[in-house]
């Protein structure tokens, strides 16, 4: 596979002492799940994959995207973007200002940016929403802001920890559709680390479990 996300031979330890083992193939709009209990090591695979691993850990193999080799490059410039359980949105920006963050410098000209923040609210199903407080939105709107200014960033793959686990079930039912559907729809491979086996049969793509050592 020369295009998606491939992780080869990947090896994490915590010093000397081994944490995973992990080879995967994610094809564009593919969603691949790594289900594990707290612990086994499915955060620290995905800042190895971001390449924001730092000691007590060390990492062997290869991470490529769309066939080029990424894994010496630092993260700004691997094109992964990586949406978390916490949306972490700036509190001190707009919701508008917050998706502006987030934009490719390929946008340029405010009357551009301005258009491209105000189709993400309205892809989102958040239109209108762009001088409203992040702290006034509910827990799935966040996450929908924070997942808008994710894809704004025209990331070439996705990462997701445990993006869901705070929702309740309606909630979460709704947001693992629409972030499927949006990475699907731009051909991002994704890959997502769960505790929960309702998430990864939602992904619908290749399911690997681990337990840490």
């Known amino acids: 596979m020369t295009e998606g996300l491939r992780l080869e031979g990947l090896r994490i330890a915590r010093g000397d002492v081994p944490l995973l083992s992990l080879d995967l193939c994610v094809a564009r709009g593919g969603v691949a799940s790594v289900m594990g209990p707290s612990g086994a090591g499915k955060s620290t695979l995905l800042a190895a994959v971001m390449g924001t691993l730092g000691p007590p850990f060390r990492?062997?193999?290869?991470?490529?995207?769309?066939?080029?080799?990424?894994?010496?490059?630092?993260?700004?410039?691997?094109?992964?973007?990586?949406?978390?359980?916490?949306?972490?949105?700036?509190?001190?920006?707009?919701?508008?200002?917050?998706?502006?963050?987030?934009?490719?410098?390929?946008?340029?000209?405010?009357?551009?940016?301005?258009?491209?923040?105000?189709?993400?609210?309205?892809?989102?199903?958040?239109?209108?929403?762009?001088?409203?407080?992040?702290?006034?939105?509910?827990?799935?709107?966040?996450?929908r802001v924070a997942l808008m200014r994710t894809l704004l960033a025209e990331p070439r793959a996705l990462l997701l920890d445990e993006p869901f686990a705070s929702l309740d079930r309606d909630r979460r039912d709704r947001m693992r559709r629409l972030v499927f559907d949006r990475a699907r729809a731009r051909g991002l491979p994704v890959l997502m680390v769960t505790h929960d086996p309702e998430d990864a049969a939602a992904a619908g793509g290749p399911l690997v479990r681990i337990d840490g050592a």
């Open 59 to 143: 990492m062997r193999g290869r991470v490529r995207l769309d066939g080029q080799d990424v894994t010496s490059l630092p993260p700004e410039r691997r094109g992964i973007g990586i949406l978390f359980q916490d949306d972490l949105l700036f509190p001190h920006l707009s919701v508008g200002d917050n998706l502006a963050f987030g934009l490719s410098r390929r946008v340029r000209g405010r009357a551009a940016r301005r258009a491209a923040v105000e189709a993400a609210l309205d892809e989102a199903g958040l239109a209108g929403m762009a001088q409203r407080d992040p702290a006034t939105l509910s827990g799935g709107e966040r996450l």
